[in-house]
């Protein structure tokens, strides 16, 4: 592959290779203040399939944090997670191996918006627990 054409596809990041869970449009870049939740929020069809963004392993799937829905989290290595909130459904469970690309669940909407015809994801790219822009590490597109 030409290095053109890697990099509309992928970003490596110390070894993680990042692509876009979704084919959605932003709705929503990544605010770092606090009382902002750190991601970007992708747009889609409710029931869409949301892909792994890189390989790595399943550590949290589940409701448990308020606001997010049912969320994922995935750890790619000691340095990088990434998390997938607002999600209809999980298809993958906690301990479980991930490739990159691979359907782990299936679009829904944000908490309290019911009423919201359309999907959405909100995305986060974790470096050493904390939340970055996931812009400076997916592929443009």
Do not use: C
């Amino acid at each position: 592959r030409s290095a053109s054409t890697q990099s509309n596809t992928t970003v490596s990041a110390q070894g993680v290779i990042w692509k876009w869970p979704v084919n959605g449009r932003v709705l929503s870049h990544f605010i770092d203040q606090s009382n902002q939740q750190k991601g970007l929020i992708l747009g889609g069809a409710i029931g869409e399939p949301v892909r792994a963004s890189a390989a790595g392993e399943v550590v949290y799937a589940g409701n448990g944090l308020p606001g997010y829905g049912n969320l994922l989290i995935i750890k790619h290595n000691s340095t990088w997670l990434s998390a997938y909130g607002y999600n209809r459904s999980l298809l993958v469970k906690e301990g479980q191996t991930v490739r990159a690309g691979q359907v782990v669940a299936t679009m829904g909407r944000r908490d309290g918006r019911a009423k919201d015809k359309t999907g959405s994801l909100l995305f986060q790219i974790r470096r050493d627990g904390k939340p970055v822009d996931p812009m400076a590490y997916l592929p443009s597109r």
